[in-house]
């Protein structure tokens, strides 16, 4: 594993590495090329601007072995880009110090060099690299293959003309893909530096970056031998000064200052032998009664009129074998449930319980809404009884948990919209000028839910309830009572039974077929305007183009809010708002539609998003499933020549011919692998950020995914989930989501704010779901699963208004008209016109 075979491998990893983090989105990833959790125990992460100068110098410093400089957006010229790691660089001289892309930018300049715009823009893409020193045992490429291929990200390079006698070069590559021979070192594009007499090395490519052709790495590659190297590097360095090893453990107090907590706290089930315990109880109805989800939706769940709440997460596209299940409720009374509101501008959040009290409550400055939404479901589920199961006789059994197929045990339902970033972005300023009456947060407290199996055509019904006695939560008016439910299921079966009466009737037949198939059209109807026009929103997209290529973002998610005004359509909204649903729901089925009413504050949201923001399971395995690069699908008549069109059969083949094509080009598309790229490495970097390293994979990487409208192309990443984090804490470290703001995350999101205006995106680009409480059989923690806010329709009944919002990632490359007939597309997914 070392370069020196009489050299053991616990002697480099026992090195006390600190990273000098430059708020990038891709640093967290250099933690996966050290081995396992073991290895890292001695590796700190700070930010730039964490500590003073003075401070980090006298009392950070001294600890540590060797210094790595992350990459980050900006100029290294910057201070408020570049923090410390000038003055690292300048005036520490007896520590061996690696720079990564911004780093290596800022060891040309610290020494004389100058940093200018590179000939080719490369973000997310590979290029071959050559260097000097494979045979060397002390240099960076020590047994690399020369030359090997990296992933750069990079619009900015140091200047290979007259370079500082201090420095050489070391590796470089040519931007021109035609040139067979090796370039030549002089007139190349610097890859890495070296000192010439102090231990400083850089590299502008990405060593911890996702190597593209292979899913048998997951780095650039050659990206752990460049690190073993250094780290030996660091050995024999730190030998020389009479330094021995293995080295000792960093003491507490340095590690607490780690953006990454060492030794966490064990994650424990929650539970409480206290008088005050809810328990949830879960009865399975016989398969008769099955009848589809959106005929007991529109019949049953949304005839409660409920002011409080009414939801449905609901797994439209069917067959679908990994989402087989939807859930729904509503609010009625004798739910004795609530929904929350919060604003993150005035910090205020407002609670409507189910039984009329109202709760209004102002948080400190020091809490967010997701300190009280942890606190929250921990307080309930401190007080989780036995999982149970009801018979029909009436009695209760505790139910073994593996027995469940499913994993949602109630709790919260809702979404978190993209303004939540004010309280999820460290360091992120405020926006005043973003004001919006729809609330940053929204969620129902379901403590009743209808559950539908729709693999086994079964259907459950789940309560929470206090089954001994009769107990009011003084802090938010629960009181469920056991009869309460009972009576709950006896009606639900009730309506059941009576639907399917009035099913078997041609008029209710001929209903049911109708919902299932109508489609929606707003032709004829007030069209739908876009909040930035097509020519400011083309400016907008060239001045993203400007930022990239100045090197002050890799990818920016550039969004639009479409508008139309349904004063004019033939029924009342208000009447026909789940019928609304049903044809969204019909025309483009996705595996992660839901629909959310809360009459109280007059928003209701209609999604079709395909796309998992992330799930956590049980056991804490977390998933994300990023979603970058859209083409329309061949539909209608493809053929050449229409004259000769037989409209059948040929026809057909035609279609799908060019159907395959359009899959296939969206597959090799080099803009369009490169977003999903770059993506992917940053939601490697949040789920490096909360999960061990070293189990953060990529087990699908850019599968083309086809839906009724579009092809896609999806990336899965997985990690486990550390142990002192619930599902709350482990969705804020990764909000928003990634693939709607671009990379590195914050200082696009503050780019983006410029770019449209300070306009609030609202529930768009945030993310929608639920966070389930914990239950009594063992289960190590709750779970939660939540889509992107893509392919939805806010809907304002009083305002007889709805908003659809769309965008795309702009990179480099992008071509502005190109990228405004992209937005157009999505937004005509939702509803047709």
């Known amino acids: 594993m070392s370069n020196d075979p009489k050299v053991h491998p616990s002697d480099i990893f026992s090195l006390r590495t600190i990273i000098i983090d430059n708020y990038d ?49 900006g100029r290294p010229e910057t201070p408020s880009d570049f923090g410390i790691c000038t003055n690292i660089i300048k005036e520490l001289n007896d520590i061996p110090i690696l720079g990564v892309c911004l780093g290596h930018q800022g060891i040309g300049v610290t020494f004389g060099g100058q940093i200018t715009n590179a000939k080719t823009i490369m973000h997310g893409r590979l290029s071959p690299v050559y260097h000097e ?105 730190l030998e020389r000064h009479g330094v021995t090893f293995p080295r000792t453990t960093l003491p507490s107090h340095i590690l607490s200052h780690s953006v990454l907590p060492k030794k966490p706290h064990m994650f424990k089930p929650l539970t409480s032998k206290s008088d005050t315990e809810y328990c949830l109880i879960l009865k399975k109805l016989e398969r008769k009664l099955w009848i589809d989800s959106p005929l007991v939706f529109q019949h ?49 959040l407002l609670v409507i319980c189910s039984n009329g009290s109202v709760i209004n409550k102002k948080m400190e400055d020091n809490q967010t809404f997701w300190d009280w939404m942890s606190e929250t479901i921990k307080h309930f589920n401190q007080r989780m009884g036995n999982l149970k199961i009801l018979h029909d006789d009436g009695t209760l059994q505790n139910v073994r948990e593996q027995t469940i197929p499913f994993d949602f045990r109630l709790g919260m339902v809702g979404y978190f919209g993209y303004e939540m970033k004010r309280e999820s972005l460290p360091n992120y300023t405020i926006s005043t000028d973003q004001y919006s009456d729809i609330p940053d947060s929204a969620f129902v407290f379901a403590t009743q839910a209808i559950i539908f199996d729709h693999l086994e055509r079964q259907i459950w019904l789940a309560g929470l309830v206090r089954p001994k006695v009769d107990y009011v939560d003084n802090n938010l008016g629960i009181h469920p009572g056991l009869d309460d439910y009972k009576s709950w299921t006896v009606s639900i079966e009730e309506k059941l039974r009576n639907l399917d009466n009035l099913m078997s009737s041609s008029k209710q037949t001929l209903l049911k077929k109708d919902i299932q198939n109508e489609k929606v059209s707003f032709s004829g109807q007030p069209s739908f305007t876009p909040d930035m026009k097509q020519d400011d929103y083309i400016r907008a997209i060239e001045k993203a183009r400007s930022y990239i290529h100045e090197g002050q973002s890799y990818e920016l998610c550039l969004t639009t ?259 405004w007939n992209e937005v157009e597309l999505k937004s005509q997914s939702i509803i047709p016109r």
């Not at 500590?51 to 072995?65: A, G």
């Not at 009414?310 to 087989?324: F, I």
Request: aromatic content about 10%; glycine content about 6%; some cysteine.
């Open 25 to 73: 989105s891709y640093t967290f990833n250099l933690l996966q090329l050290w081995d396992n959790e073991k290895s890292i125990e001695n590796v700190v992460v700070i930010r730039n601007n964490q500590f003073s100068w003075n401070y980090f110098k006298e009392n950070i410093f001294p600890y540590f072995d060797n210094i790595i400089i992350s990459p980050g957006p």
């Open 133 to 237: 020193g494979g045979d060397d045992p002390m240099s960076l490429y020590y047994k690399i293959p020369n030359p090997f291929s990296v992933v750069r990200y990079h619009s900015l390079i140091v200047e290979n003309k007259n370079m500082p006698p201090e420095l050489t070069i070391s590796a470089w590559c040519s931007e021109d893909s035609s040139i067979l021979t090796p370039p030549l070192k002089e007139s190349s594009t610097i890859m890495g530096l070296n000192h010439i007499n102090k231990p400083i090395y850089g590299v502008q490519f990405h060593p911890e970056a996702w190597f593209a052709n292979s899913l048998l790495s997951i780095c650039t590659e050659n990206g752990y031998q460049l690190l073993r190297n250094f780290l030996m590097i660091s050995r024999v360095f």
């Open 300 to 348: 049953i769940v949304a005839a409660d009129q409920s002011t409080v709440g009414t939801w449905w997460l609901d797994s439209a596209r069917q067959p679908d074998r990994v989402n087989r299940f939807s859930f729904m409720g509503s609010t009625p009374e004798s739910s004795n449930s609530f929904s929350t509101f919060y604003s993150t501008l005035n910090k205020e």
């Open 561 to 819: 809010q479409f508008r139309a005004n349904l004063a004019n359509v033939p029924k009342k909204l208000d009447d026909n708002w789940v019928e609304l649903y049903q044809c969204i729901r019909s025309f483009n089925p996705a595996p992660f539609s839901a629909l959310l009413s809360f009459p109280s504050k007059d928003i209701c949201i209609m999604s079709s998003s395909p796309e998992k923001f992330l799930q956590i399971d049980n056991e804490g395995v977390m998933e994300m499933k990023p979603i970058k690069g859209t083409v329309a699908r061949a539909r209608g008549c493809c053929c050449l020549n229409l004259k000769e069109c037989d409209k059948g059969t040929l026809c057909e083949s035609k279609r799908k011919e060019e159907d395959m094509k359009r899959m296939r080009l969206l597959e090799g598309d080099i803009k369009e692998r490169s977003e999903n790229l770059m993506i992917v490495d940053l939601i490697r970097n949040d789920l490096t950020h909360i999960c061990q390293p070293s189990t953060v994979q990529v087990p699908y990487l850019m599968k083309v995914e086809s839906y009724e409208s579009v092809h896609q192309l999806v990336t899965t990443v997985r990690g486990q989930l550390r142990e002192d984090l619930d599902c709350v804490k482990a969705i804020r470290e990764c909000f928003p989501p990634g693939s709607m703001t671009g990379a590195p995350k914050l200082r696009s999101v503050q780019l983006l704010d410029e770019l449209e205006q300070n306009k609030p995106r609202g529930v768009y680009s945030g993310c929608l779901g639920y966070i389930s409480l914990q239950d009594g059989n063992g289960q190590k923690r709750g779970t939660s699963q939540f889509n992107v806010v893509i392919r939805t329709a806010i809907i304002r009944i009083e305002k007889d208004e709805v908003t659809v919002g769309a965008g795309g990632a702009i990179v480099y490359l992008s071509n502005a008209e190109s990228e």
